[in-house]
């Protein structure tokens, strides 16, 4: 973090500023162990009270892997499910010409899911490279 103004983060290069899993461990440690208060570990280390409390419960849940940054949002596509990409590839194979913003008519009608129109895009060509070429 840019705003870490610990002094052992400032001297001693075994300590990195821009490691977070490190930062955030040690900002933990200087509350629960030195007895800093939460508000001096996390101003010394560049993060809000808030955030102090989510690296805390993130440590307490999964430990020092807890504090590994995650990507946010949506891990695959919830919309279109398996059984609404089968339905959209039977679809094809009775008319290959159908485009995407027909194909989401079509998901809505049978399936009551709004998708976009490149959603239906990327997830055909996931599961393009998922099949093996016939040889």
Do not use: C, N
């Not at 075994?14 to 208060?37: I, N, T």
């Amino acid at each position: 973090s840019q705003a870490v103004t610990d002094p052992l983060f400032l001297q001693h290069p075994f300590f990195d500023p821009h490691d977070l899993v490190q930062v955030k461990y040690e900002m933990l440690r200087r509350a629960q162990h030195e007895g800093h208060s939460v508000t001096q570990a996390a101003a010394a280390f560049g993060f809000s009270r808030p955030s102090f409390y989510q690296a805390l419960a993130a440590f307490e849940h999964g430990g020092l892997g807890g504090l590994i940054a995650h990507k946010r949002g949506p891990k695959a596509a919830h919309k279109l499910t398996a059984e609404v990409v089968q339905f959209v590839r039977q679809r094809q194979l009775v008319d290959p010409e159908l485009r995407a913003a027909t194909l989401v008519r079509l998901i809505a009608r049978h399936f009551g899911v709004i998708v976009h129109p490149r959603s239906i895009e990327r997830a055909l060509a996931r599961s393009q490279k998922k099949r093996p070429v016939a040889a």
